[in-house]
């Protein structure tokens, strides 16, 4: 090209220089130019609470231990979480830029969360789909990056630190609290999701619950469960909006990028919905959205069969958690162990749908083909099974004989233990190791605690111990070896007197009034002290109500 034409050329690609830009001090958190945020210094409160407290059922979020610190955010402000939350109005979705992430902890974070976080966070119910809506965001959307990172680090944190001890500390993480990395960006992400600039309020929408979701997931692994149920239940009233807000305005749906937009939301919905159904896993007075929707009304006729995994893995999460508010409110109702009766209608009515959901189940995989031979389905129909199988126990088990009903489903508690054998298995083939893993949701921890305490033959118990102990695993607040250390003492009270290395040889050795009927524990953490579990519990047909220390 001549001189002139050289320069014109060089003049059009410096154009975009002319423009002055605005002066700003240099951040050290990322790029400035992308993320548009303001250099506000984080202000950060220590505030007292405690781990979480178990009941005979599951394991309760609550307060109590001033020793464990836990961090928020002065930031998250009642009213701007209000309109976070509520009101928002369907629309398109913008166009998105991917944004380039700089430094090299932010770089590493991200490839983290990539390859190892995304894995884990769903790995018994795993979507190829879900895993791409939730890179495309975390790369695209700087809140839901920062949310990403914070998940991030305090997730390698877990895995990492003291990793060659295998009796860890579940809850406390040792090191996280040194580090503040996780807890940066966990602010950075609440300051951008607060101070988002967009008339989009779709785009507003689905942000908001996916940062819900990896909220939720960072303070579980946290030990924060208190906040983490706080996000999760934001999360869960923001999708009913939702819900009711594509009813009335169908109208905004009408074109090719509006469906891509409904596609997005039902995927992010469903991964709340999900985690709010189990919730009832580890809170007694958690009562799941809708659960008392006419669920068997939608379901396919008399011979029929379910379509795909997803509608029978829903369906059962809303047995399941019907099941739990059955025996949880007993629970509620007789804390102390004098069990008031179950309405028989109730328990039927449930147990008849659970048997309704077998034989839906049962005909899919007749209908769909050799799902038992497939390596991507088999693993789920064994996850699928196994809860079925634990939720019809424990509601059928429910009778007049207390403690002594569980003795007659033997064979259905030695089936589950098997069954979780092999999801056991398959959990340790997908993590590539022994190294303790964390998913946010309910897989056997809750079930192996359920066998461990209720059924009294003393093999399956011990298979129950085994499979706890092998690998250390995170679903949600549950950790199996707190809940490991929880059956090994229920098997020493209920088997006492037995010298070392024995053990009883039948069920019947054990007496109604030897047997505990309801258990709670706290997971207590002091820096000053070892961890250790506060249990409280009670016997079978006795007054009173015992405490003990356990060192974990």
């Not at 946290?222 to 149920?229: D, I, L, T, W, Y």
């Amino acid at each position: 090209m001549g001189k002139s034409e050289n320069e014109n050329t060089k003049t059009a690609n410096q154009a975009w220089r002319k423009k002055p830009r605005k002066f700003a001090p240099k951040s050290r958190l990322g790029c400035r130019t992308c993320d548009g945020y303001s250099e506000t210094p984080l202000d950060f409160k220590t505030e007292v609470e405690s781990s979480h407290f178990i009941n005979e059922n599951a394991s309760r979020a609550e307060s109590r231990d001033s020793s464990h610190p836990r961090i928020t955010i002065s930031a998250y402000q009642p009213e701007q979480c209000h309109a976070i939350y509520h009101g928002l109005s369907l629309q398109n979705i913008g166009p998105f830029m991917i944004l380039p992430v700089t430094g090299s902890a932010q770089i590493e974070a991200m490839s983290f969360f990539e390859y190892i976080s995304i894995k884990h966070l769903n790995e018994y119910h795993p979507s190829e789909s879900w895993r791409k809506t939730l890179m495309f965001f975390s790369q695209t959307v700087p809140a839901v990056r920062y949310a990403s990172i914070a998940l991030a680090l305090i997730h390698r944190n877990y895995l990492y630190c003291d990793s060659s001890d295998r009796v860890r500390q579940p809850q406390c993480l040792k090191g996280w609290r040194l580090d503040k990395a996780p807890l940066l960006y966990y602010n950075r992400a609440i300051q951008l999701l607060l101070n988002q600039e967009t008339s989009d309020g779709t785009e507003i929408t689905a942000i908001t619950l996916l940062v819900c979701y990896l909220f939720t997931c960072f303070d579980h692994l946290a030990g924060n469960s208190v906040q983490a149920m706080k996000h999760l239940r934001g999360g869960v009233e923001l999708s009913r909006n939702i819900n009711k807000a594509t009813l009335n305005n169908n109208s905004a749906y009408d074109d090719a990028e509006s469906s891509g937009v409904r596609t997005l939301i039902r995927q992010v919905t469903r991964q709340i919905r999900r985690l709010d159904m189990q919730a009832v896993m580890f809170l007694v007075d958690w009562t799941p959205a809708d659960i008392q929707e006419t669920l068997m009304s939608r379901l396919p006729p008399s011979g029929g069969a379910f379509k795909s995994f997803d509608q029978a893995t829903d369906h059962l999460q809303i047995l399941i958690a019907r099941v739990m508010r059955l025996r949880n409110t007993e629970q509620q109702l007789s804390p102390l162990g004098k069990m008031p009766p179950l309405p028989s209608s109730l328990k039927d009515i449930v147990l008849g749908q659970l048997e309704t959901w077998l034989s839906l189940f049962e005909n899919m995989l007749q209908q769909g083909g050799p799902y038992d031979t497939d390596s991507q389905t088999y693993p789920i129909i064994t996850l699928l099974r196994l809860q079925h199988t634990v939720a019809w126990t424990f509601l059928s088990s429910y009778g007049p004989g207390k403690e002594m009903e569980y003795d007659k489903f033997l064979p259905q508690f030695q089936q589950c233990v098997a069954l979780a054998g092999d999801v056991a298995a398959t959990h340790e083939r997908y993590s590539g190791s022994l190294k303790a893993t964390f998913t946010p949701e309910i897989g056997i921890v809750p079930v192996l605690y359920i066998i461990g305490v209720k059924c009294r033959h003393p093999v399956v118990r011990r298979e129950v111990l085994s499979i706890l102990r092998r690998q250390s695993i995170r679903e949600a607040v549950w950790d199996s070896i707190s809940t490991a250390r929880v059956v090994e003492r229920v098997i020493e009270i209920e088997e006492g007197g037995s010298e070392e290395g024995g053990m009883i040889q039948n069920m019947e050795q054990i007496a109604m009034w030897q047997r505990i009927e309801a258990l709670s524990w706290i997971y207590v953490f002091s820096e000053q002290s070892a961890a250790r579990l506060d249990i409280t519990y009670t016997f079978c047909a006795r007054e009173g109500t015992h405490t003990e220390a356990l060192t974990i």
